[in-house]
């Protein structure tokens, strides 16, 4: 199992885990969930639930991510599977996001 802090706007948002490579979940921490000013991360993400499952990286994540030649580089470079969407988001997506949306590992 592993997991990533998944901050909006340098907020904790909530927390993203791979269960497994067909379980995914993302829950808002009870803190952005419970404040109305926080917007939902994304809209297929609402914060209506506060726990979301699905059996692949959620897209929302999965589009934070390269494609192409760039992926491949970063793979090679990183040394990270080209199939491990979540281990390419961990080593990815803490700087330079486009967005408010930034991913940290949980330390």
């Not at 998944?6 to 885990?17: D, Q």
């Not at 803190?31 to 929302?60: G, N, R, W």
Request: charged share 25%; net charge neutral.
């Amino acid at each position: 199992m592993r997991a990533l802090e998944i901050y909006w706007n340098k907020s904790l948002a909530g927390i993203l885990t791979e269960e497994n490579k067909q379980r995914y979940t993302f829950r808002y921490t009870n803190e952005y969930f419970a404040d109305s000013s926080k917007p939902p991360i994304s809209l297929t993400l609402p914060k209506i639930k506060q726990l979301h499952v699905a059996d692949h990286l959620f897209p929302f994540f999965f589009n934070m991510l390269s494609e192409g030649v760039n992926r491949k580089l970063q793979c090679r470079t990183l040394k990270i599977d080209e199939a491990d969407d979540f281990g390419l988001l961990e080593a990815t997506a803490q700087y330079d996001t486009i967005g408010a949306i930034t991913v940290k590992p949980i330390s």
